[in-house]
């Protein structure tokens, strides 16, 4: 399976793990299967480990996906870090999720690191 979700007590956050190429409907799945796991473990932060996705997507579905976010309702504690991919046509992708949902009022930020990730997600506000 491309991508996973589970839930970290310690960083009271769903990590979502994303590999290989993941085409639209599949990464739609796995936004609301990521979103429905944070609603019922009741946390809003989430940290999604890109470093091996290769795509398979468009920014286009990005942008609808983000979209959908939006009309269901998220919350305005979401905060989501984001690890980039290496591959750089893919971490370009993810760049414009972070525009993306940050045009939307959604707190996205992207990271080098899991290291810090993890350190800007266990930041409150």
């Known amino acids: ?7 970290s007590a ?3 956050a769903v990590m979502t793990t994303y590999a290989g190429v ?5 990464l739609a799945e796995a936004v609301k299967g990521t979103m429905a796991l944070g609603r019922e473990k009741g946390t809003s932060r989430f940290l999604a480990d890109c470093t091996a996705l290769e795509g398979g997507h ?7 996906i983000s979209q959908l976010l ?3 309702g998220i919350s305005r504690t979401f905060r989501e870090a984001i690890v980039l991919p290496q591959l750089q046509s893919a971490a370009g992708e993810v ?11 959604m707190d996205v930020r992207v ?8 350190a800007w997600l266990g930041e409150r506000r």
């Open 95 to 105: 760049r414009f999720w972070e525009t993306t949902c940050w045009n939307r009022g």
């Open 111 to 118: 990271f080098k690191t899991m290291a810090e990730a993890l």
């Open 58 to 64: 468009s920014i286009v579905d990005l942008y609808f």
């Open 22 to 26: 993941i085409p639209p409907d599949l």
């Open 1 to 7: 399976m491309p991508w996973s979700a589970s839930y």
């Open 70 to 72: 939006e009309e269901a």
């Open 10 to 12: 310690d960083a009271d």
